[in-house]
């Protein structure tokens, strides 16, 4: 007989790639939306200022009917491992680390732990991360044990539009990750995030090297090699790559004894 299994939560972040730009025409099958199983909380979803989860992933829930890998991961959480899904979210395109690096589109937002260096707190994406996150555990019914980070980031850091921001990398995103650990309380929360395709024109090999660094002296930050990854436009996934990375990250997540379940086939990955 099998045992109920407790829901999963988590919380991802980062900029476009992870904010979604592949049409939602090219979502490859058997993923469809809406994505039941999903409770879904994120910064384009109605009334997220209260904490308050959508029962499924729709696709008015999404960045201009748009999504990312992260909803691939997602699928075969919920329809896979057959996990009850509670994901908080925040991603805006086009964002930094840096205050110095690329800006958002809407005003200068970054992902700094330095809000101090901002125009205005509410240009940190980390408090609106925050704030999501803390709205959505005093709304929910019962504990939200957060298990896993999903993140994608680093094009807004590139040394092409700013060298500071690229030197700096590795610090500032640390800080970052130290960060979102702390609003679920758990120092040692395992990441999952990828690198930047070497296709891309905004690769930076310092950034690269930066999140790597990371990696290397933290056991519990795990990076899928995504150097390899095609690309829809000049700088984001297409939906082969958003599929494998989503799958990656999936399988990443059972080799790392977050989660139990069949893993999918994809062949060899690596994992940094």
Known sequence: METERKPLTIISAGQSNIDGRVPIAELPKPISLPLANCHYCSNYTPNH??????DSIKVSDLSDNRWGFDLVTYYYLTHLAKYDLYVMKCSEGGTSVAPTGEGGHQGHNHWTTEIDKLDSPSNSLLLQFK????????????????????WHQGEGDRASFSQEAADNYYQNLKAVFE??????????????????????????????????????????????????????????????????????????????????????DIGEYRVY
């Not at 200022?49 to 959508?54: K, R, S």
């Not at 704030?131 to 999903?150: G, S, T």
């Not at 700088?235 to 989503?246: L, Q």
């Open 179 to 264: 960060a979102c650990r702390g609003y679920v309380n758990k120092p040692d929360l395992p990441i999952f995030c990828g690198t930047v395709s070497h296709n891309s024109e905004q690769y930076d090999p310092k950034v690269e090297a930066g999140l790597l660094k990371i990696a290397k002296e933290d056991p519990n930050v795990h990076v899928i090699d995504m150097q390899k990854g095609t690309l829809l436009d000049q700088f984001h996934f297409d939906p082969k790559s958003s599929m494998y990375f989503g799958k990656a990250i999936y399988d990443a997540m059972i080799d790392k004894h977050v989660i139990e379940g069949p893993r999918v």
């Open 131 to 150: 704030q999501i996150i803390e709205a959505c555990e005093k709304n929910a019914k019962q504990n939200l044990d957060v298990q896993a980070m999903v």
């Open 49 to 54: 200022e209260d904490g308050v989860f959508q």
